[in-house]
């Protein structure tokens, strides 16, 4: 049980280290509203404050309630991630696909604490269409996401 706890701990702390210290380099070195372009057409990096949820949802500052909703969101997320950890047959693909769940959420409610907003500076866009900004916390809770559905889809069906 120690182990199960000390990977998914592990990932999420290590996600959690690298989605403030990116946010810290970009909120030091990128002004507000000033992208610098990467990859031209392509690619940018933005400083900007999202209120709302992943892809800019309910983004309006006239909404406090969003900040509690979001605030109990991750406490429950964390929470059922800590309940499926406890889980015998929890192998070490799972527990990390959970912790980068769980350290993407830890992330963006630190932010939501600091700043009422979460910091996103990855903008992704080509031509005409544009994916809306987002950071390492967003980009681990997908990679979770896939993780976890990956095992399950790949976990043997139980025997009759």
Known sequence: MVRRY?????????????DQLSKWAVMRCIPEHRPVTVIPGVFDLVNIR????????LNRSDMEWQFWLFLAATVVAV??????????DNGPCLLTGL??????????????????AVVDFLDVYWKDWHWPAF??????IFVG???????????????R
Do not use: E, H, Q, T
Not at 6 to 18: R, W
Not at 79 to 88: D, E, N, P, T
Not at 135 to 140: C, L
């Open 145 to 159: 996401v896939a993780l976890v559905c990956l095992v399950l889809w790949l976990k043997p069906a139980p025997r």
């Open 50 to 57: 999202n209120r709302g949820a992943a892809f800019g949802f």
């Open 79 to 88: 929470g059922a991630i800590l309940a499926v950890a406890r889980s015998a």
């Open 135 to 140: 950071n390492v916390a967003d980009s681990a």
């Open 99 to 116: 912790g980068c769940i769980m350290g993407g959420a830890l992330g963006n409610l630190v932010d939501r604490v600091r700043f009422r």
């Open 6 to 18: 000390a990977l998914l701990g592990s990932v999420a702390a290590l996600v959690l280290f690298l």
